[in-house]
């Protein structure tokens, strides 16, 4: 296993556009973590899966976000009609047993909203 | 609720002189502490972490950063700074009765200068 592996890379999209990223987390983790970061800034916390379960989400998360993690494996994060502010990069992380473990972060979709 | 502090944007130490990355934190609870680095173009890495025990922990690439409650502090340290040290530091908190939502500072840029 090579790590969290995120897909794709980049992604243009016009305003108002759907949007949906795919996120492979290591394949014994049952934790796994969605961040979005914009530029000069720190990783800020959305949403996280314990399993299949998604067990918070942050006020960040609007209404147009929603992340599913069907079978406890891969996750996806979707945007609905994208706007200009959705523009960041949307990191995922996953993590193993125990609240004492760190998390292991994938590179990364780069969003551009134009 | 959960905060990370960085108080200092930016770094700039010699190459061969110790170096100091700040972070205070927030939690109600006890924290689980955690350092990152990010290069250009490249995920978050982890470096090391705190859960308990002795207050001064070592990681990789020669970090190492102290604990202290009274101050809720968590700096990161090295001795001897090196040109290829230079990059993104993030310090991390996740207090341990809140589940494992993790919350990142907005980051330290370190330029590490020959």
């Known amino acids: 296993d090579t790590g969290v592996s995120q897909n794709p890379r980049h992604k243009i999209t016009k305003r108002g556009q759907n949007v949906t990223f795919r996120c492979d987390p290591i394949?014994?983790?049952?934790?796994l973590y969605w961040y979005r970061q914009t530029l000069g800034q720190g990783p800020e916390f959305l949403t996280y899966?314990?399993?299949?379960?998604?067990?918070?989400k942050s006020r960040l998360l609007s209404d147009r976000f929603s992340a599913e993690r069907p079978k406890g494996s891969f996750s996806t994060l979707e945007i609905q009609r994208t706007e200009q502010g959705d523009s960041a990069m949307y990191l995922c992380?996953?993590?193993?047993?125990?609240?004492?473990?760190?998390?292991?972060f994938g590179q990364g979709t780069r969003l551009t909203v134009v | 609720a959960q905060s990370v502090a960085q108080p200092e944007d930016q770094v700039n130490v010699a190459e061969g002189n110790p170096l100091t990355v700040k972070c205070t934190y927030s939690?109600?609870?006890?924290?689980?502490l955690f350092w990152y680095v990010q290069y250009p173009n490249r995920g978050l890495q982890f470096l090391l972490k705190?859960?308990?025990?002795?207050?001064l922990v070592k990681g990789s690439y020669g970090f190492e950063a102290e604990f202290n409650k009274s101050q809720t502090s968590f700096h990161l340290k090295k001795p001897s700074a090196l040109v290829s040290d230079s990059a993104l530091y993030f310090c991390?908190?996740?207090?341990?009765?809140?589940?494992?939502?993790?919350?990142f500072g907005a980051g330290t840029r370190l330029f590490v200068k020959a």
């Open positions: 992380a996953s993590g193993g047993e125990g609240p004492n473990t760190e998390a292991f």
């Open positions: 394949s014994e983790h049952n934790r």
């Open positions: 899966f314990q399993n299949e379960a998604q067990l918070e």
């Open positions: 939690v109600s609870g006890n924290p689980y």
């Open positions: 705190y859960i308990t025990g002795d207050n």
């Open positions: 991390a908190v996740r207090d341990i009765t809140g589940g494992f939502k993790t919350i």
